[in-house]
């Protein structure tokens, strides 16, 4: 896991949000959860990702990866071996997910 | 808890990702996140909210509201009621966080 929550990045960036829940078991999931996080911070524009999954019911998840630019998003949204996860995602490891590619414009920390 | 995943809403439109580490114990967190949930609901241009927070270590959590436009989010930051809650967040809940302002310009499904 990378660091937590993610630092500040110069602005304007992307943010991929990706929501979702889970399908029953593992099936190969985990694994490939975490051979998408280390390909992705491999990727051009790579800023950095964020990650919680909740334990109950459906486990609601959220990650967020953050991109330099749309077209680093788009770049990795293509990736080879990032379509074929894409694919197990929608056939096996989720029930339900939704995917919005946003542009950030400020962000602030705290708590100092 | 509203639906999960949010729903498609009308790009472009504003994300709020608030990505937090919780400090240990409850004092009082359940109560107003629950309350802020239902104030931020009843606020003008609230679209809708998706949150996660994973049950280990420092519990990181993500928050992502969603709003129609740039002033609801400002609006929502400078409510009163949110502001005694934003300090109390600083104050006790939370042993880091960061929020970032986004605008969404893609929003897509599946796995259908």
Not at 12 to 41: N, W
Not at 82 to 96: K, N, P
């Amino acid at each position: 896991m990378s660091e937590f929550p993610a630092p500040r990045f110069e602005t304007p960036y992307y943010a991929v949000i990706f929501s979702s829940l889970r399908t029953p078991g593992d099936d190969g999931y985990g694994a490939t959860a975490q051979r998408m996080e280390e390909l992705a911070a491999s990727m051009p524009g790579y800023l950095g990702v964020e990650s919680a999954r909740s334990a109950d019911g459906d486990q609601p998840g959220i990650t967020v990866s953050y991109w330099a630019t749309a077209e680093a998003v788009a770049h990795w949204r293509r990736q080879a071996e990032h379509l074929v996860a894409q694919r197990h995602g929608r056939q096996r490891w989720y029930s339900a997910y939704r995917v919005r590619v946003a542009k950030v414009e400020r962000d602030y920390d705290g708590p100092n």
